[in-house]
C-alpha cells in the first residue's frame, strides 16, 4: 500500500512536469505579448520591450522555464532597480497584472473554490445517492418514476440556465436570499453557508441528477447478483439485504466517480463561480488567458492537475480498503 | 406453526405448482402444474434443459420471488406448512434455517467483500440471534472443517476469491448447513466445478445427508449426476413434469420420448464407440407460447404416430404400470417399448 502511493506520487509529479511545460509552450506559441496586452494601445515599441524585459519574457524559452522550475523549489526574485519583487519558495510567479504574487492571488481563490465544490458535492452525495438508492428498492412505483423523471429533468439542465433561475428567483425577485458572496468560514460559518446557498443548491441539484441515475442503476444491477439472492435464502431481512449485501458493493464505483468528480470540479467550477459572482480559480483562470497573464494561467492548471491526480490516487486507495478483491501493486 | 410431521410423511410436498410471470410480452408460465414430494434421508433429482422451470421451481420452495411479479398457486408444504401465501415475514424465518438452497457459482453466490467465515457466521446468527459473535464465528469455523476445508480457522477469514473452486462451494454448503435444514435445495452446484472436483462435492453431500438425514432436492442437467446421487427423478419439460419415478425406473426404462433424447445424447463410457449420439433437436419452446398439445410435440420424432392427439391434447402423468413411474406421453405403451428398442437403446447412456 505505502509503496503503491510513494510510487504514484512520483508519478504524479512527472505528470505535473509535463503539464507545466506543455503549458509553457502553448503560451509562447500564441502570437500576442503579453507586454503589447498591458500596455495598451498607444505603446512605443520602446515600452514594449522595457515591459518584456521587465517581466522577464525576452529571455528564451528555455531558460524562463529554467528560472520558473527554480523558483518552485528555491524562490527567485523579480525585476531590477526601482521594481524589485521577492518571490520566496514554492515561487509560482508573478502576475502581470495586478502586481502580486501568484501565490497570494491562489489564497484568495482557492478557498473559495473549494467551499463551492465541498458543500456541493456534500449534498449530491446524499441526496443524489440516497434518491438513487430509494428509488432502485422501489422500482416500479410512483415514487421511482418522480425521481427518475426529476433526475431526467435535473440531468439536461445547464448550470447557467438554472444557476440564473434560481438568482431570479430567489433573490432579485423574492429577496429570500442575500445575493451569492464569498465570507471566509473562518470570519463567519454562517455567513459563509448563506453566501454560497445558491452555487450549493444549482451544482448540486444538477450533479445529484446524475448521480440518482447512477446510483439507481449500480444498485438494480447489484439486486440481481447472485451474491444477494443468497443472502436472501439465508433468511437474512430485507434490510440487511439491502443495507449489508447490496449497498455495499453497489457504492463503490459511485466512490470511483465521486473523487474524479470533486477532483475535477476543484481545478475550477468556471461558470459557477461567472453566474455567481465569485472570485474563484476558474474564474481567475479565464481571466488569466484572456490577459495573457502566463504565471496564472501555469499555476492554475497545474494545481488542476494536482487535483485530479491526487483524487485519482485517493480512489485507488479508497478502492482498494473496500474491495478486498483489489490490491495494491 | 410446527406440526410434527409422522416418519413417512414426506418433509416437502408440492402439489399442483404453477408459476407464472407477467411481462409485457405475455404470460410466462414457467412452471405449469408441477407434483412431487420428497422425504427426509431422500433425493429427488429435478432434470430439464434450461428454461424447464427448475429453477423457478426451487426458487418458489424458498419464497424467492417477488410476490408483486409472480403469480403463484398450488400449495408447496413444508415440514406441514404451506408457504404459497404464507407471510414473507414467516417464510423468512423458515428460510436458512428450515430449508437452505446451495446455488450454481459460488464464486458470485458468495458475497465478493466479506470474509468466508463471517458469511457463514451471518447465516447462523439471524436464525440465532442469542447467539454471540464469538459462537457464530465458531460454529462457521466447525462446519468449514466438517465439509473438508483444511485448516478451517485460517480459511474462516479469507475472501471467496482466495479460495479455489471447489473449496467455494463446500464453503458453500457449509454455509447452507449450519442451521442443520431439513430441507437442502441444490441448484446445479457442480455444473460450475471441474469433472474431479465435481464427485467430490457430490460424495459430500450424500455424506452429509447422511448425517443430518435431510430431504435433497437436486436440480441438474446432468443426468450422471442423477444416477448418482437421486433415488428419485423427476424430468421437467417447459413447465410441466413428463416423467417421474425412481432413478431405477427412468434410468433403465424411461419411457417419454424426450427422456430419450437426454439418455441418447449423453456419451457412455462403456458403450461401443462407433455409434453416434442422438441429438435432441430444435430448441426449448417459448414458455408464452407453448405449442399447443404436448409441448415436446414440435421436437419429437414419434407426434402424429397417434392421429393429431399430440398437437390438439395436452398429456397428463400416467402410471407406466410399474409403481411410482408416471410419464406423459400419447404413445401407447406398447409403441413406447417398441420404439425405445428399436431407435434408443444403443445409443449413449441409455446402452
Keep these: ?329 | 406453526m410446527s406440526v410434527t410431521p409422522t416418519a413417512d410423511e414426506p418433509y416437502l410436498r408440492v402439489r399442483d405448482l404453477k408459476v407464472q410471470f407477467p411481462t409485457e410480452d405475455g404470460l410466462v408460465k414457467a412452471v405449469d402444474g408441477v407434483s412431487f414430494s420428497v422425504r427426509r434421508g431422500q433425493t429427488l433429482g429435478i432434470v430439464g434443459e434450461s428454461g424447464s422451470g427448475k429453477s423457478v421451481t426451487s426458487m418458489s420452495i424458498l419464497g424467492l420471488h417477488n410476490p408483486k411479479r409472480t403469480k403463484i398457486s398450488g400449495e408447496i408444504s413444508v415440514g406441514g406448512r404451506n408457504i404459497v401465501g404464507m407471510d414473507d415475514e414467516k417464510i423468512r424465518l423458515l428460510r436458512g434455517q428450515d430449508m437452505a438452497m446451495i446455488f450454481q457459482d459460488p464464486l458470485s453466490a458468495l458475497h465478493p467483500y466479506y470474509k468466508v467465515g463471517v458469511q457463514i457466521a451471518e447465516a447462523y446468527r439471524i436464525h440465532h440471534p442469542s447467539a454471540s459473535k464469538a459462537e457464530a464465528t465458531k460454529r462457521a469455523v466447525d462446519m468449514l472443517d466438517r465439509v473438508g476445508i483444511p485448516q478451517p480457522q485460517r480459511r474462516a477469514k479469507q475472501y471467496p476469491h482466495e479460495f479455489s473452486g471447489g473449496m467455494r462451494q463446500r464453503a458453500m454448503i457449509a454455509m447452507s448447513l449450519v442451521n442443520d435444514p431439513a430441507l437442502l435445495i441444490a441448484d446445479e452446484p457442480t455444473t460450475a466445478l471441474d469433472v474431479t472436483v465435481q464427485a467430490q462435492i457430490l460424495d459430500l453431500l450424500e455424506d452429509l445427508q447422511r448425517e443430518f438425514n435431510s430431504a435433497i432436492i437436486m436440480i441438474t442437467h446432468d443426468l450422471g449426476v442423477v444416477a448418482q446421487i437421486a433415488d428419485d427423478v423427476l424430468v421437467m419439460y417447459a413447465g410441466r413434469a413428463i416423467e417421474t419415478g425412481s432413478v431405477e425406473q427412468v434410468m433403465r426404462s424411461p419411457q417419454h420420448p424426450y427422456t430419450w433424447g437426454l439418455l441418447a445424447s449423453v456419451p457412455s463410457l462403456h458403450g461401443d464407440a462407433e455409434v453416434d449420439l442422438v441429438p435432441i433437436k430444435g430448441n426449448p419452446p417459448s414458455l408464452i407460447n407453448l405449442p399447443s398439445g404436448c409441448s415436446f410435440h414440435p421436437r419429437c420424432r414419434y407426434a402424429g404416430r397417434n392421429g393429431n392427439k399430440s398437437f390438439a391434447e395436452v398429456p397428463e402423468l400416467r402410471s407406466t404400470g410399474q409403481e411410482g413411474h408416471q410419464v406423459a406421453c400419447h404413445l401407447t405403451a406398447a409403441d413406447r417399448l417398441k420404439l425405445y428398442q428399436e431407435d434408443i437403446a444403443h445409443a449413449g447412456v441409455a446402452q
Design chain 1, 1 to 329: 500500500m505505502v509503496r503503491f502511493v510513494i510510487r504514484r506520487l512520483l508519478l504524479a509529479v512527472t505528470t505535473l512536469f509535463a503539464i507545466s511545460i506543455i503549458t509553457f509552450l502553448l503560451f509562447f506559441a500564441v502570437p500576442a505579448s503579453p507586454a503589447e496586452v498591458m500596455c495598451g494601445k498607444n505603446c512605443s515599441p520602446t515600452q514594449v520591450a522595457q515591459t518584456e524585459h521587465r517581466l522577464g519574457i525576452d529571455q528564451p524559452i528555455l531558460k524562463q522555464y529554467g528560472q520558473f522550475v527554480k523558483g518552485v523549489f528555491v524562490g527567485r526574485t523579480y525585476g531590477e532597480g526601482d521594481f524589485v519583487r521577492e518571490c520566496p519558495a514554492p515561487c509560482l510567479g508573478y502576475s502581470y497584472r495586478n502586481d502580486e504574487l501568484v501565490t497570494e492571488t491562489l489564497k484568495r481563490t482557492v478557498p473559495v473554490t473549494v467551499s463551492i465544490v465541498v458543500g456541493a458535492a456534500i449534498m449530491w452525495l446524499v441526496i443524489g445517492v440516497s434518491l438513487g438508492m430509494m428509488s432502485a428498492l422501489r422500482r416500479g412505483t410512483i415514487f421511482d418514476r418522480i425521481a427518475i423523471g426529476v433526475s431526467l429533468v435535473g440531468a439536461s439542465l445547464q448550470v447557467y440556465f438554472l444557476g440564473l433561475v434560481l438568482l431570479l428567483l430567489l433573490v432579485y425577485s423574492t429577496g429570500l436570499l442575500p445575493a451569492p458572496s464569498y465570507t471566509p468560514f473562518t470570519e463567519n460559518p454562517g455567513k459563509w453557508a448563506v453566501g454560497l446557498i445558491l452555487p450549493w443548491i444549482t451544482l448540486g441539484f444538477l450533479n445529484s441528477a446524475l448521480y440518482a441515475r447512477l446510483s439507481r442503476a449500480q444498485m438494480l444491477e447489484t439486486l440481481s447478483e447472485d451474491y444477494v439472492r443468497t443472502a436472501r435464502a439465508k433468511g437474512l431481512t430485507k434490510r440487511k439485504v439491502h443495507t449489508r449485501h447490496a449497498l455495499r458493493a453497489a457504492i463503490t464505483p459511485i466512490i470511483t466517480i465521486a473523487g474524479l468528480d470533486i477532483g475535477a470540479s476543484l481545478g475550477g467550477t468556471v461558470i459557477t463561480e461567472s453566474i455567481f459572482g465569485l472570485q474563484g480559480l476558474g474564474r481567475s483562470a479565464v481571466r488569466a488567458v484572456v490577459e495573457l497573464n502566463l504565471p496564472i494561467v501555469l499555476a492554475t492548471v497545474l494545481l488542476a492537475a494536482l487535483f485530479i491526480v491526487v483524487a485519482n490516487i485517493i480512489v485507488d486507495v479508497l478502492y482498494a480498503v473496500v474491495d478486498p478483491r483489489v490490491r495494491l501493486s
